[in-house]
């Protein structure tokens, strides 16, 4: 029958025996986001000694930090034959609504507006 430790200390030996530790020299050339996932879903599979907890983690992070990294909306504006131009570059998502609306001027009185999203995936 085996103990409670030694199936711990197995574990722990075939943690050791599967992990890439050659990602440590690359860990500080990696993005930070990156790093940050790859930390955070070792330290939780360490942690709970659940390797399923720690990629369900890491996936969450990633998703966050891609949906992040995406959200940003560029938004020019200019002035052509009395009316205002608003070009729209970047993702339109749910993330992006709060970058993409503060770029409007509400207070401008200008009679005729124009949204291009001809660069702008939705």
């Known amino acids: 029958m085996i103990s409670a430790a ?3 200390m197995a574990l722990v030996m075939v943690s050791i025996s599967t992990f890439d530790w050659s990602s440590l020299k690359t860990f ?4 930070k986001t990156d790093a940050a996932v790859m930390a955070v879903t070792v330290g939780a599979v360490v942690s709970t000694h659940n390797l399923v907890i720690g990629v369900i983690i890491g996936i969450i992070l990633s ?3 891609f949906a992040a990294k995406i959200s940003k909306v560029k938004v020019t504006t200019h002035l052509e034959a009395n009316k205002r ?3 729209i570059e970047g ?4 993330a992006s609504v709060t970058d993409f609306v503060a770029a409007f001027n509400f ?3 200008m009679k005729t507006v124009a949204v291009d ?3 702008a995936h939705i």
């Open 6 to 8: 030694t199936g711990a």
């Open 28 to 31: 500080t050339k990696l993005p």
């Open 63 to 65: 998703a966050v930090f």
């Open 85 to 87: 131009v608003y070009k």
């Open 91 to 94: 993702q339109l998502f749910f």
């Open 107 to 109: 207070k401008d009185e």
């Open 117 to 119: 999203l001809s660069k």
